[in-house]
């Protein structure tokens, strides 16, 4: 049975610029996102049809998400979310297909986007408040003397941001796949196996659970992901607690 962790090898494409299977998908994603969301509103018609009424589904969905978070203040950064909403999504959803790769599994592509969001958030809060946006770090109300260690715990928890937000996507996409992986490892052995073979739909209703069960996490994590950077650019918009 073939390792489950050879699915997630980086092979070079274009070894001289260092393109590879990795960068293939993200632009195959790109490519697909663009030209999806194009086709689907090239006629922007009143009365839409149904691909039209997709992407405006999915407009109205982040808009609503962001709003939820930060307020009508937060939708300057409207193209940002969605845009990290739908790449994260059509990736996830992607990497589904067999024989293709699953680009969020992997921790330094989640981690990029995770230091975009931070990135974005504080430069935003410096730019908009100055050193008012430290502010984020100082909670209204607290007792003198308590207050170095609650500011410590603020800056800790900020800064682990970036942190938490790659590495929840990163290990829900990888330990799916990983699991996916087994269990169809499993179903070939076992067909194989002489009098086990009658186990063999064992292993395959688990697969297909679990293929069910990664529809439902991918459009998940791609949800939460936009979520928590919708909370996060909150505090740049609006920085005192």
Known sequence: MASPI?????????????????????????????????????????VPDRFQAGAEILHDFVAGTLTDAAGRDG????????????????????????????????????????????????????????????????????????????????????????ISLSLRLFANMLAGHIALKVFGGFVVALGGAGVLAVLSPLPLLMAVALTALEFLVAGLQAYVFTVLTCIYLNDAIHPGH
């Open 75 to 162: 939708m300057k950064f409207f193209p940002l979310v969605f845009s990290l909403f739908m790449f994260v999504l059509t990736l996830n959803l992607v990497g589904l297909i067999p024989g293709f790769f699953t680009v969020t599994s992997h921790i330094i592509i989640t981690f990029a986007l995770a230091v975009l969001v931070i990135g974005t958030v504080i430069g935003y809060g410096f730019y908009k408040h100055g050193t008012h946006f430290l502010g984020l770090f100082v909670p209204s109300g607290v007792p003198g003397w308590l207050l170095p260690f609650i500011v410590v715990i603020e800056i800790i928890s900020f800064i682990s941001r970036p």
């Open 6 to 46: 050879e699915q997630f090898e980086l092979k070079p494409i274009i070894p001289a610029l260092g393109f590879t299977n990795s960068s293939l998908f993200m632009v195959g994603g790109v490519a697909l996102i663009v030209g999806g969301l194009l086709y689907a509103t090239r006629n922007r018609s009143v």
